[in-house]
């Protein structure tokens, strides 16, 4: 008991000290990265996330800690991906296009917040379930059976929690996510909920 309330101390400490630096000084590090002009960035966003991933301790027992740290790189990843490709590509609020008559339905602030929460929380969801679709089958498929004593071990969609098919998973799956969440302000644009002054937008 003593030692797992020492290691939430210290894990809420260290969080504290993380959250302090980042919103402090990381920015600086992180703005010129993500509206750097070159393909080297997403190499180096994914190359930097799939070794945290590959050196993260491995539990004595199958345990969700590495799956859930997956998806949080994953969260980080896809959102500066996102952030990078938009400021990359230039690309217009809206991607350019209105489409007009959609804002007339909604004429409080209180209608249009929970309009952008609405189209948000469907985005979210309609890409985590199409994910999941398509990258499991594709990792089931990929993965080498791994042996317990003579036993070989294959995953399927029933056993797989837990396990590297599972983080792999995770962080394909909030990478892609978290890149359709960037862009969920503009679908917003586009729909009348959001106005072009409402967006920043990186300029060159």
């Not at 000084?25 to 070794?51: C, E, H, K, Q």
């Not at 790189?73 to 991906?81: F, K």
């Not at 990792?139 to 797989?160: A, E, H, Q």
């Amino acid at each position: 008991m003593a030692t797992i309330t020492f290691d939430v101390v210290g894990g809420f400490l260290l969080s504290v000290g993380i959250v302090t630096i980042w919103t402090r000084y990381l920015r600086y590090v992180i703005d010129p990265i993500i509206t750097y002009p070159s393909i080297l960035i997403p190499t180096l966003l994914f190359g930097v996330a799939l070794v945290s991933l590959y050196s993260h301790p491995q539990p004595p027992s199958p345990n969700p800690a590495i799956a859930e740290t997956a998806l949080v790189v994953g969260t980080c990843v896809g959102t500066a991906l996102g952030v990078w490709i938009y400021h990359y590509w230039q690309l217009p609020t809206g991607f350019g296009y209105k489409l007009v008559g959609v804002v007339n339905i909604f004429s409080d602030a209180t209608s249009l917040l929970v309009a952008r929460f609405v189209i948000g929380a469907i985005v979210v969801a309609l890409i985590r379930e199409f994910s999941k679709r398509i990258f499991l089958p594709l990792l089931l498929f990929c993965y080498t059976p791994t042996r317990s004593g003579n036993k070989k071990i294959v995953y399927n969609k029933t056993n797989y929690k837990y396990t590297p098919v599972d983080t792999a998973l995770k962080f394909l799956t909030y990478t892609a996510v978290s890149f359709a969440v960037v862009g969920a302000p503009h679908l917003c644009c586009m729909l009348g909920l959001f106005h072009e002054s409402d967006l920043v937008v990186f300029v060159k």
